[in-house]
């Protein structure tokens, strides 16, 4: 197998913030992101999934350097990107993008179509001719589907699906090898989604994009992903091969978040939700749990799991989870 | 007696580029203790059917119509007589728990003022009914919690938080927009099988306003589909689901992605945009955008009713169907 372009190795990152007024000043450490690694190659699409507050996209954001980590490293065609000056940082972006959640509101409404898409050519090649930037960007425009004639409308002209579009083709145009999808649908209404998620796939084919896909529902990265790795709370507790993953999870948690999707078949998902099980909330993330982070809503859950953290270990096929008891678990969907 | 009967309702905002008519002419009616989704799209008009119907538009929006809630009106009330029926008899609950809960208040003192107001309990009693109504949904700790700010719950905690206050005056319909898709699947999961409890437990007539149709499917007795503002149809959920007769609800049902199926790779996604409700097409309001597109769709499809109460709006027949007599909204000129 080629080398990968993106290796993510054992990267954390965490936010401190201070309680109790400035007499009984008191700092608590919150680990958004908790020792996460990863390759990935040129053309293949990891989707990342997990619920709110399981560090997705503090994920997506240091792995950008958009966030500096507090351990681990980021190496990008086998330089490492946490070590870099701002400069050196920013000419690599060129090559890493990001597209974000909600498609109105990442949009300056100020600025024309073609000057959100054209705007990331101005910054880095401040020198480019007018005509051939407008080039370009009528040229994006069409690999989207937008219509060139639209480059003069502002964002409030198109609707969410078109925006998403506009968001594409902006952190396309600088040519990056690596686009981070963060949430690029779930703002989205669910017959547009499905737009998207194919144009996103047929880019991707077509331009050999390394592609990160971020959502919290499984159903919607399983059309994209050829790996899936689901998080929780900051950790990894699966990382599999998708048709794996999709047919019999590893870990409780990718299982529990299968069965929470709604099944569009009133009998059954009738029949379905006698078995749900997911209960409660994510625990708070400045009282984390002691031994497996997920053991205090996990059904399958034994004496071992609450002393001892599970390692993220890779089994015979390949796939890697971080559960004591993965061998002796069946979770076949 | 239908609980409530809408007919021929009508909305339309003023705004500074002309009319907008978001909702033309809807018909329906929720029985006691049914659940009725009304599914559709952004613009679709779901949420400002429902608004019109509470006496909530927008200042610029103004409705027409009949909405009879036990025989009587709505649209005709005075507003303090809505005020009496809102809440109390008809309770709502909206999409964002965030921006309906106030961040300066307990949940306390938010639950406690609606019960005094409609009931006229007590504080003590009040409370008391606050509690139970948090156990109720799940709360844990609720006499402990109840103290607490929203800021303090999680996202799926303060959306049961919503639907208990919903629920404080033991309202006869409840109606939820979008009640969870701010939320992650699995609390999305928690919040299905919350009303779907409530549902066996009381005798409460849910209207679910969404557009995800899948979200509904375990928890609804009956489906309206619209889009671009009107009924394109309606079934129980079984016809919905596996009969779908529009063109527009079985793209809808095509483009979900589904985990129960083994699927190929490419999703069938509905292609184009909703249209601009002040740019509409002449004819049918689907046509640039179905696959199933003939010359008569460019005339006002009819609309296809049967015994029991199925309906599409459509040129393409519906099975056991009958085309319904142009009614007064029906005769609507494009």
């Known amino acids: 197998m080629s080398k990968p372009v993106l290796r993510v190795q054992d990267l954390a990152v965490t936010f401190t913030s201070f309680t109790g007024g400035w007499l009984h000043r008191k700092e608590r450490t919150l680990r958004a992101v908790d020792g996460i690694s990863f390759e990935l190659h040129a053309g293949e699409t990891l989707g990342i999934v997990g619920e709110s507050g399981s560090g997705k996209s503090t994920l997506a954001r240091a792995i950008l350097g958009l966030i500096r980590p507090s351990r681990g490293r980021v190496q990008w065609m086998g330089e490492d990107l946490t070590g870099l000056e701002e400069e050196d940082l920013r000419q690599k972006r060129k090559q890493l993008q990001i597209v974000f959640q909600d498609p109105i509101a990442s949009l300056n409404p100020r600025m024309t179509a073609g000057d959100i898409i054209a705007e990331p050519l101005w910054t880095f090649y401040p020198n480019m001719e007018r005509l051939q930037v407008d080039e370009r960007t009528r040229g994006m425009m069409k690999m989207v589907g937008l219509l060139p004639n639209q480059i003069n409308r502002y964002p409030h002209e198109f609707s969410g699906g078109q925006c998403q579009r506009i968001g594409i083709a902006r952190s396309l145009v600088l040519n990056p090898r690596l686009l981070i999808c963060d949430e690029p649908v779930s703002a989205l209404d669910v017959s547009i989604q499905a737009q998207i998620i194919n144009l996103m796939k047929g880019l991707q084919k077509k331009l050999g994009l390394a592609l990160i896909f971020i959502a919290h529902d499984l159903s919607v990265v399983r059309h994209i992903s050829d790996r899936v790795m689901v998080m929780y709370m900051g950790q990894a507790m699966e990382v599999s091969a998708k048709t794996a993953m999709y047919r019999r999870p590893l870990h409780p948690y990718s299982n529990a978040l299968m069965k929470s999707v709604a099944v569009p078949d009133p009998k059954l998902a009738r029949a379905a939700r006698q078995e749900s099980w997911l209960t409660g909330d994510m625990p708070s993330p400045y009282q984390r749990p002691q031994g497996c982070i997920f053991h205090t809503r996990c059904p399958y859950r034994v004496k071992r799991c609450e002393a001892d953290v599970p390692a993220l270990r890779r089994m015979e096929s390949g796939d890697w989870v971080a559960c004591h008891r993965a061998e002796d678990l069946d979770l076949a969907i | ?334």
């Open chain 2, 1 to 334: 007696m239908p609980l409530l009967k809408v007919s021929s309702l009508e909305v339309q905002f003023d705004t500074p580029e002309g009319v907008v008519k978001a909702v033309n002419g809807m018909d329906f009616q929720l029985n006691e203790s049914e659940t009725l989704a009304i599914v559709g799209e952004s613009g679709s008009g779901k949420s400002q059917l429902v608004m019109a119907i509470m006496g909530l538009l927008a200042e610029n929006g103004s409705a027409s119509g009949r909405a009879e809630f036990h025989g009587r009106d709505l649209m005709q009330m005075a507003p303090k007589e809505l005020n009496a029926i809102r809440g109390r008899h008809i309770a709502m609950i909206f999409q964002d728990p965030m921006t309906s809960l106030n961040p300066f208040l307990t949940i306390e003192k938010q639950m406690i003022e609606v019960v005094m107001h409609h009931q006229g309990l007590s504080r003590d009693e009040a409370r008391a009914h606050a509690v139970e109504m948090l156990r109720a949904v799940r709360i844990p700790d609720p006499e402990e919690r109840i103290r607490q700010y929203p800021h303090e719950y999680s996202g799926g905690m303060r959306q049961r938080v919503m639907i208990a206050m919903g629920l404080l005056c033991e309202p006869e319909v409840l109606i939820a927009d979008e009640p969870s898709t701010a939320l992650d699947v699995t609390i999305q999961a928690q919040i299905t099988d919350l009303v779907s409890e409530l549902r066996k437990q009381t005798r409460m007539a849910i209207i679910l306003i969404t557009h995800d149709l899948a979200a509904v499917a375990e928890i609804s007795d009956r489906i309206i589909v619209m889009y671009a503002g009107e009924l394109v149809e309606t079934g129980s959920a079984e016809d919905i689901f596996y009969r779908p007769q529009h063109p527009y609800t079985r793209g809808l049902l095509a483009s979900v992605p589904r985990l129960d199926r083994v699927s190929d790779d490419e999703l069938q996604a509905i292609p184009g945009n909703p249209p601009n409700l002040q740019d509409l097409p002449t004819g049918c309001r689907f046509r640039d955008r179905c696959s199933q597109a003939m010359d008569e769709c460019l005339q006002r499809p009819p609309l296809w009713v049967s015994e029991d109460g199925r309906m599409s709006r459509c040129f393409l027949p519906m099975e056991g169907g009958r085309i319904a007599n142009a009614g007064a909204s029906e005769g609507d000129a494009e």
